[in-house]
Nanobody, 121 residues
């Protein structure tokens, strides 16, 4: 059975850092594209960062470029999101997701339950 479990969320002041982790079970992250998405109240879910199955290609939303870094550890079967210089507008529920490389939509993949990140001003 497939599971994605996020951890590391919490409350942080603006300018601070958090590291989110996603532990996968039931499949191996080495064979999947992985991503972190977020959804703020009243807003649509957006892809924050993604890493392809080889780990060689990463993409970031413009609003987080230079501040967030996605990585994956195939040996531990985990994916992480290092978030630096956090801003109040980064406040959201953050989700870990996985999809096969040839699928165009994260909606068709696996999802975690989400972890709340709150950045105070």
């Amino acid at each position: 059975q497939v599971h994605l479990v996020e951890s590391g969320g919490g409350l942080v002041q603006a300018g601070g850092s958090l590291r989110l982790s996603c532990a996968a079970s039931g499949f191996t992250v080495s064979g999947y594209d992985m991503a972190w998405l977020r959804q703020a109240p009243g807003q649509e879910r957006e892809v924050v960062a993604s890493i392809n199955w080889t780990g060689r290609t990463t993409t970031y939303a413009d609003v987080v470029k230079g501040r967030f870094t996605i990585s994956k550890d195939n040996a531990k079967n985990t994916v992480s999101l290092q978030m630096n210089s956090l801003k109040p507008e980064d406040t959201a529920v953050y989700y870990c997701a996985a999809k096969i490389h040839f699928s165009s939509s994260w909606s068709n993949g696996y999802w975690g339950q989400g972890t709340q990140v709150t950045v105070s001003s």
